[in-house]
């Protein structure tokens, strides 16, 4: 899909607030109500915008210890990539997992409460999934950037 210069800016005030009104952003993009509501629904009708979601904050909600973890598998096995990834998508605590080259297979990020959480993640729930030989884990000291926001 082709973007002019006011569905970027569009897309760009949706990612910054999507509980803005069409009239309000009708108001900021200098276009009527209509001609904004009908750009929102077309790209969602093209999957360009794919959902909504209410972004929660990790410090209030306890879960702001974050932690990439590397995986690697003890095969490359359709089979076992496959069942990997279907029993990662079961874990609650694992908010992005990303299949990578390199010496890992895969990164995780994880969001617990605290080091002791962590430990008990691994302990019950990461290390009892089949397939996996060995994990490397970093552990976040800052957040830099942190964005869901894709400028076009």
Request: neutral net charge; glycine residues 2%; contains cysteine.
């Amino acid at each position: 899909m082709n973007f002019d210069e006011i569905d970027r800016k569009l897309l760009l005030f949706l990612q910054e607030d999507s509980k803005q009104t069409t009239k309000e952003l009708s108001y900021k993009l200098g276009l009527s109500i209509t001609a904004v509501y009908e750009r929102i629904r077309k790209m969602e009708n093209t999957g360009v915008i794919s959902k909504y979601v209410a972004l929660l904050d990790r410090h209030k909600i306890n879960k702001d210890f974050i932690v990439l973890c590397h995986v690697k598998l003890t095969q490359h096995k359709k089979q076992h990539v496959l069942q990997f990834e279907k029993e990662i998508m079961t874990l609650d605590e694992v908010t992005e997992c990303f299949h990578v080259s390199g010496d890992y297979d895969y990164i995780l990020k994880i969001g617990v409460r605290d080091m002791q959480d962590y430990r008990n993640f691994m302990l019950t729930k990461l290390t009892t999934l089949q397939h996996i030989a060995s994990t490397h884990s970093s552990f976040m000291i800052s957040e830099v950037k942190n964005t869901t926001a894709i400028v076009l």
